[in-house]
C-alpha cells in the first residue's frame, strides 16, 4: 500500500510541474509562510485526490486474484477488550464455516486469525448485474496489550462473529518487605 502511495506521489509531483528546487534562500518571512500556506493547500488537494483515486480503484477491482492491493478490501475487524481474568477478542468473519478458521497464540502476546471463505460459482444468469462474492482468505494478526496463558484459550463462532477468549497470565504479585534502617 504505502508503494502505490509513493508511486503516486511521484508521478503526481512529476507531472504537475510544481515542485521546483531552488539555491536561493527566503529573504522575507512573509514570501516564506506565503509559500509554505499555498504548499500546505496543495498538499491537501493531493491527499484528497489520492484518497479518491484509491478508493475507486478498490472498488474497481472486487475479484482479490486480480487486485493491484492484494486483500486491502478483506480485512477483519476486531474488538479487544479485557477484565482481571481474560482478554476477549472478537473478530468479523462473515461468511466462513467454522472449520475453515485458524486461531493461533505466539509467544504469550501475539494473536493470529486466519480463515478462508468457500468458492463461490461464477453465475452467468440473466438478471446478474454484478458478483463479488467469492474465493477469499483473510488474515489478521494483532498483539495483545499483555501476555497471554496457553491453556485454556476458548473459541465460540456464531453469526458471522468469532469470539476468542484468552486467560491472562498470572503475575507474580509484588512483595513488600520493611527494612529497617540502623
Known amino acids: 500500500m ?3 502511495f509513493a508511486i503516486i506521489l511521484c508521478a503526481v509531483a ?11 534562500a ?9 509559500d509554505m500556506a499555498e504548499l500546505k493547500t496543495k498538499l491537501i488537494k ?33 474488538d479487544v477488550t479485557e477484565n482481571d481474568k481474560e482478554f ?11 472449520d475453515r478458521i485458524d486461531v493461533v497464540l505466539e509467544n ?23 458478483q463479488e462474492r467469492g474465493l477469499g482468505k483473510v488474515e489478521r494478526t494483532l498483539e495483545l496489550p499483555g501476555e497471554g496463558m496457553t491453556e485454556g484459550i476458548k473459541a465460540n463462532y ?15 504479585e509484588e512483595t513488600k518487605i520493611k527494612v529497617q534502617v540502623q
Open 2 to 4: 504505502k508503494r502505490y
Open 14 to 24: 512529476l507531472t504537475s510541474g510544481s515542485c521546483a528546487f531552488a539555491d536561493t
Open 26 to 34: 527566503v529573504t522575507a518571512a512573509d514570501d516564506g509562510s506565503k
Open 46 to 78: 493531493m491527499k484528497r485526490e489520492i484518497d479518491s483515486f484509491m478508493k475507486e480503484l478498490v472498488s474497481t477491482y472486487s475479484d482479490d486474484t486480480a487486485s493491484p492491493l492484494g486483500s486491502l478490501s478483506q480485512d477483519i475487524r476486531v
Open 88 to 98: 476477549i477478542v472478537k473478530a468479523d468473519m462473515p461468511g466462513m464455516s467454522k
Open 108 to 130: 504469550e502476546r501475539v494473536l493470529r486469525i486466519s480463515g478462508m471463505r468457500e468458492t463461490m460459482a461464477k453465475e452467468e444468469t440473466p438478471g446478474m448485474v454484478r
Open 158 to 172: 456464531k453469526d458471522g462473529v468469532l469470539e476468542i477468549m484468552i486467560p491472562k497470565k498470572k503475575t507474580r
